[in-house]
């Protein structure tokens, strides 16, 4: 299995930016669907984005499309998430999880990963 380390997250004001990173203890990308949950108090987690060679697509939850991108880096073995124009509800603990070939048509929702990293707190409030 890989192991995901995320950081980059924090609070910001509204309109705000950040950028996640989920660092691989391996090469991921030519292997590894991807994908960036969220998952806020008392709500269950969901799925904000993917990223998969394999069918060489992404995917954005309705939620965060035109705001979010998703990005990978296969030198550095690091998926970013650049989140902008953040709103008060985009507040949660944002994890990334790894699941071994699979595409981002087949593996939509947490079960679908095996890997996963510990989350970074995100909080959007003014």
């Known amino acids: 299995q890989v192991q995901l380390v995320e950081s980059g997250g924090g609070l910001v004001q509204p309109g705000g930016s950040l950028r996640l990173s989920c660092a691989a203890s391996?090469?991921?990308?030519?292997?590894?669907?991807i994908g960036w949950f969220r998952q806020a108090p008392g709500k269950e987690r969901e799925r904000v984005s993917c990223i998969s060679r394999r069918d060489s697509r992404t995917y954005y939850a309705d939620s965060v499309r035109g705001r979010f991108a998703i990005t990978g880096d296969n030198y550095k073995n690091t998926v970013y998430l650049q989140m902008n124009s953040l709103k008060p509800e985009d507040t949660a603990v944002y994890y990334c999880?790894?699941?071994?070939?699979?595409?981002?048509?087949?593996?939509?929702?947490?079960?679908?990963?095996?890997?996963w990293g510990q989350g970074t707190q995100v909080t959007v409030s003014s």
């Open positions: 391996k090469r991921t990308l030519d292997y590894y669907t």
């Open positions: 999880a790894a699941r071994s070939l699979g595409s981002c048509t087949t593996a939509t929702t947490p079960d679908d990963f095996g890997s």
